[in-house]
């Protein structure tokens, strides 16, 4: 079978994280949700996404067998992964009516008029499904203990050292050339990831579950409360809680990040703080794209969305339920307002735009130091992003 992961409707919900990605890109628990799908299923995935992403995330379809679309806001669990195998073509999975897979053979179309003629089935397998940016965090101890199994099951961690104070050593994963030294890792209240080559420096603190991807380091004296994820090639220092970090992103001093996604290529600031919570305890509310308005989540607890390049100045305080935009960059006192565009310069005194070749300048470095290259793909798919935001920065 040749799988294809498809973006839906909540895609638009989950703006800004998904302005520079299929919704499948989307980290959530240890591994990004198509990294999910291709262990489980054993077999590579492509994607169907808007026109603009396409070339960075091209569609893959075969003539020779069945074409089965899975909908990339799902994560799998083993029950879903079964019932998407018995799809025969011109069948479809259905949760609550929401399409979660379609086998369409060797047809290359997919839409729901395709589907109106298939044989529906509803779906048993209680999946988690990711409808908000605040679903990342929430749902995230979840998929973190998920992956964990997933990722350990019948294989041997590597030892920790001596110097560290251990609670829980079973619940506790390091993968080859980790390193941790003279820390204390609690996995009492969940799993504990460590990936390779990671590093966890000495005085830092994890009260798991937490995972901390490949290529990524806890700086000295962190302190982290799960359920929290580092994705690969981050820095984080300071205190972290209920928080995901996609990857390529650097905390990496003192300050508060709390109930929190941020994207790739982002950097906060030295004594940068955000709330997550209101000082009425208040249900907080956030930007919506889609609606264009501020939206209730449900929560006591939300802090900051942050899309990918975004950057924050020195003591930069942000608001409960903040959503900071693509390639925003903040700085000077005070709060800015809760939400920042796409692509703005500036504080709480007021922003200008930043200019696509300032910020090309920038990229170009802050890759270059992951030994990356922002090629001109990365520089189309950012200018579209600049021309579709253009509207809230006036």
């Known amino acids: 079978m040749n799988y294809i992961l498809f973006d839906d409707s909540t895609r638009k919900n989950l703006l800004p994280l998904t302005f520079t990605r299929p919704v499948a890109e989307i980290r959530i628990g240890i591994l990004t949700i198509r ?31 069945d074409n089965v679309w899975i909908n990339g806001s799902f994560c799998p669990n083993a029950k879903l992964v079964e019932e998407i195998k018995t799809l025969k073509p011109n069948q479809a999975l259905l949760s609550l009516n929401v399409v979660v897979s379609a086998n369409t053979g060797n047809n290359k179309s997919f839409g729901e008029d395709i589907l109106s003629d298939f044989t529906k089935f509803e779906s048993h397998a209680q999946a988690v499904k ?24 019948g294989r041997k961690s590597l030892a920790l050292s001596a110097t560290n104070q251990i609670i829980g050593v079973e619940n506790i994963f390091v993968e080859e050339g980790a390193k941790v030294e003279c820390a204390i890792l609690n996995a009492s209240t969940g799993p504990i990831y ?28 962190a302190k982290i409360y799960g359920p929290t994820t580092v994705g690969p090639h981050s ?36 004594d940068s703080n955000n709330s997550n919570l209101k000082n009425n305890y208040a249900e907080v509310k956030l930007w919506n794209y889609e609606k264009e308005r501020f939206v209730n989540t449900g929560l006591t607890f939300c802090g900051l969305i942050m899309g990918d390049h975004s950057k924050c100045g020195i003591n930069t305080m942000f608001n409960t339920g903040t959503v900071v935009g693509v390639n925003a960059n903040i700085f000077g006192s005070g709060f800015p307002r809760n939400f920042v565009p796409s692509f703005s310069w500036g504080g709480a005194a007021g922003f200008t735009t930043y200019k696509l070749k300032d910020a090309f300048e920038v990229a170009a470095r802050v890759f270059e130091r992951r030994a990356k290259v922002f090629d001109e793909v990365e520089q189309r798919i950012l200018t579209h992003v600049f021309e579709l935001t253009e509207k809230y920065r006036k």
């Open 194 to 221: 460590i990936g390779k080559d990671a590093e966890i420096m000495e005085g830092s603190i994890v009260r798991g579950p937490f995972a901390l991807c490949e290529h990524s380091a806890l700086k000295l004296g």
């Open 35 to 65: 990294e999910k799908w291709e262990k489980m299923l054993n077999a590579n995935t492509s994607t169907k996404t808007e026109d603009y992403l396409s070339e960075k995330y091209p569609t893959e379809f075969a003539i020779d067998t």
């Open 235 to 270: 820095r984080v220092g300071g205190e972290v809680n209920n928080s995901v970090i996609f990857g390529y992103s650097n905390k990496g001093h003192d300050g508060f990040l709390g109930n929190s996604v941020l994207g790739e290529w982002c950097n906060i600031g030295a």
């Open 130 to 153: 990711v409808n908000n940016p605040w679903d990342i965090f929430s749902k995230n101890g979840e998929e973190l203990s998920s992956d964990f199994t997933l990722l350990t099951a």
